[in-house]
């Protein structure tokens, strides 16, 4: 339920508390939950931090296993600057027609206002015949509605109980 920024920051305090208390697997892991919200190239406290505990507390595979996972974050926030980089650079040659779109998935509400105010969108009634009266009769006549009937449907005996 937290922002990533607090995220990362939660699971630094939780590992330095699994290390006080000895659990050097435990505080690893949460490092390595942890590091999938810290890009390396905007959060180095994080990174230099999970560095130190390798060095004093780790062997050679865990420290690779760390360098490992940093550079798979790294190519992760990469492909999604890149995507980002993408849509600004298509919004930008898109012109205005970009940036209406993006004001209508913004403020659906104010779309549909000005979408009301070029006139109604309503689909008319269907024209119906007047109720008929019968002579002295003040109340009108009731007729039988047409009903359809379904070519497909599949007729079941009520008497039949398997």
Same mark, same amino acid.
């Given at each position: 339920?937290?922002?990533?920024?607090?995220?990362?920051?939660?699971?630094?305090?939780?590992?330095?508390?699994e290390?006080?208390l000895?659990?050097?697997?435990?505080?690893?892991?949460?490092?390595?939950?942890?590091?999938?919200?810290c890009d390396?190239?905007t959060?180095?406290?994080?990174?230099?931090e999970?560095?130190s505990?390798?060095?004093?507390?780790?062997?050679?595979?865990?420290?690779? +296993?760390? *360098?490992?996972?940093?550079r798979?974050?790294?190519?992760q926030?990469n492909?999604?600057? =890149?995507?980002? #980089? &993408?849509?600004?650079?298509?919004?930008?040659s898109?012109?205005?027609v970009?940036?209406?779109?993006?004001? +209508?998935? *913004?403020?659906a509400?104010?779309?549909?206002?000005?979408?009301?105010?070029?006139?109604p =969108?309503?689909? #008319? &009634?269907?024209?119906?015949a007047?109720?008929?009266?019968?002579?002295?009769?003040s109340?009108?006549?009731?007729?039988?509605?047409?009903?359809?009937t379904?070519?497909?449907?599949?007729?079941?005996?009520?008497?039949?109980?398997l």
């Amino acid at each position: 339920m937290l922002p990533d920024r607090q995220t990362a920051e939660m699971c630094l305090r939780f590992a330095a508390l699994e290390r006080k208390l000895g659990e050097i697997d435990r505080a690893r892991a949460i490092y390595a939950h942890a590091s999938q919200f810290c890009d390396p190239r905007t959060e180095p406290h994080f990174w230099s931090e999970w560095n130190s505990f390798e060095i004093e507390t780790g062997s050679e595979d865990t420290f690779r +296993e760390m *360098l490992r996972i940093k550079r798979s974050v790294q190519a992760q926030f990469n492909t999604e600057a =890149s995507y980002l #980089a &993408a849509q600004t650079i298509a919004a930008r040659s898109g012109g205005q027609v970009a940036k209406e779109n993006r004001e +209508e998935q *913004l403020d659906a509400m104010a779309a549909a206002e000005r979408q009301a105010e070029k006139g109604p =969108s309503f689909v #008319a &009634a269907k024209a119906t015949a007047p109720p008929e009266v019968d002579g002295d009769e003040s109340e009108p006549k009731t007729t039988d509605p047409v009903q359809s009937t379904n070519a497909d449907e599949i007729h079941i005996s009520d008497d039949e109980d398997l």
